[in-house]
């Protein structure tokens, strides 16, 4: 099979990392729970996840950096702690259904910052028309769907300059496009640990500026055991419960092997992969490519439509000759009405650090024998 739904979840990792669960689930106990070897070997273990994670994405205090299950976890969160019923949030035109179903469970009137697909001017335009008055904002670093690197940083510096928070879904960005927690001065970013980090399912992980950060959950944190209240200092007020301690090892194996190969590097890599694989198929006719006029603009993901087929037939068709993708709207329908394929949906190639020219090239070919059909 030629996997290339990365996009999706990483099922291409480094051999290490199904390892250091393997030997988690065999030597750790719960951290925080007893100061017997096990246990402590699972605090180490999972202090040594923060540093990793605090140093990757330039956190100064790795108290901040919150253990979650999942990347909509940490959103939940952060939307949580900053809005409230009848607060007008800003969004960008490509967030993910993470952000846009949380804030209509909260009640929130969602002001949605829409641009054209690969514009990141026009992005930033339609954020400094909004944000004033803003309660808060999101916006996605990297769209699922296409790929479509968003200026997070200069609409950052929008929300600094209007006192809005931001939170940043860092969830196709992470293990590929750099991210400077403390420069952006977010309120929150949030991520998860199965994607671009290389951890495994049912991981993420939650970056805490300054601000509230109210918890979801209530219960044991190994911490502060004599009081009704959760802990008011983090990680500890946001982590109720026994911790993924086979995840965290994991992904700590995950982004040991990212920080030796370096994220440029990752990114320079499936962008290759992507200007290769985008470059055979333009040699076949009836495929339409969403592909950023600079290939600066995109990250490693590539959202196509066959002109000859619906898209879940064609990833159905590719799927019976070993190529693995996936179509329709991504679980992200506000990124396609924007980019104006709500009615049709896509087929998404994603790349990972594991994918080589070959398989791409193969994988192109196959893509080009649908389209001839």
């Known amino acids: 099979m030629i996997y290339l739904d990365s996009a999706a979840t990483s099922l291409l990792k480094p051999a290490a990392v199904p390892y250091a669960v393997a030997e988690a689930i ?27 994670l605090a140093d990757m994405f330039c956190v100064k205090d ?5 253990l979650t299950s999942s990347a909509t976890h940490g959103l939940n969160i952060a939307l949580h702690s900053l809005v409230r019923p009848g607060d007008r949030v800003v969004i960008s035109g490509y ?10 469970a909260l009640g929130a009137k969602t002001d949605v910052a829409a641009s054209e697909l690969f514009a990141p001017e026009k992005a930033v335009e339609a954020f400094r028309r909004r944000l004033p008055g803003a309660k808060a904002a999101v916006c996605t670093q990297v769209s699922n769907v296409f790929g479509y690197i968003l200026p997070v940083e200069q609409i950052a510096g929008l929300c600094r300059r209007e006192g809005v928070p931001l939170i940043v879904d860092a969830s196709q960005g992470a293990g590929a496009v750099g991210l400077d927690f403390e420069a952006l001065g977010c309120a929150f970013a949030a991520m998860p640990g199965h994607k671009g980090l ?13 601000g509230p950060a109210l918890p979801l959950m209530a219960g044991g944190t190994g911490s502060m055991s004599a009081g009704a209240d959760m802990p008011d200092f983090l990680p500890d007020r ?3 419960g026994t911790h993924n301690v086979p995840g965290a090892a994991g992904l700590l194996a995950g982004v040991r092997w990212l920080a030796k190969r370096t994220l440029p590097e990752v990114l320079a ?13 333009g040699r076949y006719g009836k495929i339409k490519q969403y592909l950023a006029p600079r290939l600066s603009d995109q990250a490693g993901v590539l959202s196509v439509q066959f002109k000859n087929m619906d898209c879940e037939q064609a990833a159905a068709r590719l ?6 993708v996936r179509a329709g709207l991504h679980c992200a329908p506000l990124a396609h009405r924007t980019a104006g394929t709500f009615q049709t949906g896509t087929v998404r190639f994603s790349f990972s650090p594991f994918n080589t020219l070959s398989e791409v090239l193969a994988a192109a070919d196959a893509a080009g024998e649908i389209a001839g059909a």
Do not use: I, K
């Open 26 to 52: 065999r030597t750790m106990a719960s951290p925080g729970r007893g100061g017997y070897e096990s246990a402590m070997l699972a605090a180490d273990m999972v202090l040594d996840c923060r540093l990793a």
């Open 62 to 66: 790795p108290e901040r950096v919150v």
């Open 95 to 104: 967030e993910h259904n993470a952000v846009w179903r949380p804030l209509r």
């Open 198 to 210: 290389l951890g495994p399912q049912g991981t993420g992980v939650l970056l805490c500026g300054g």
């Open 238 to 240: 946001l982590e109720a």
């Open 269 to 281: 890599h499936e962008r290759e992969l992507l200007a290769a694989f985008s470059d055979r198929l």
């Open 319 to 324: 799927g019976e000759m070993g190529v693995a």
